[in-house]
């Protein structure tokens, strides 16, 4: 991986722990920060304290290449509203994902019936519930 420790990697990526070496084999590459990123994460740490190196470092990363950033946590989704970063999470995620006929109907009912039947994932049922329901 390009100027990724990839310690530093399988600390923040833990659960489970070959999730990192999967992800490496379907192609996740670590990328180099530039200088202004580096130096805007920096920034962000004295204006959202709450938010760890790895959340400023991807919303840096995100608004400085203008790419969405896909996040679950709601302290950073707030903060990058904020900064004018593009966000959104899993359900967005697997949105677009059928919206743009990368999934069929039958896989994207699939993703949202089983997102809704694990509750650790915290995802809201109401809005799972809403999609599932817009399919039938």
Known sequence: LDGVDINL??????????????LQKRGLIGVDLTIEEFFYADELSKKYVKLSGYDRTAMAVAKFRKIPLLTGDNPLRKAAEKEGVEVFGTIGLLDKLYEGDYINKLEY?????????????????????KRIESLR
């Open 9 to 22: 990697m399988r600390k923040e990526i833990i659960n489970p722990p070959e999730l990192l070496t999967d």
């Open 109 to 129: 009912q699939f993703c949202l019936e089983s997102l809704l039947e694990h509750k650790e994932r915290r995802l809201p049922e109401e809005e799972l519930q």
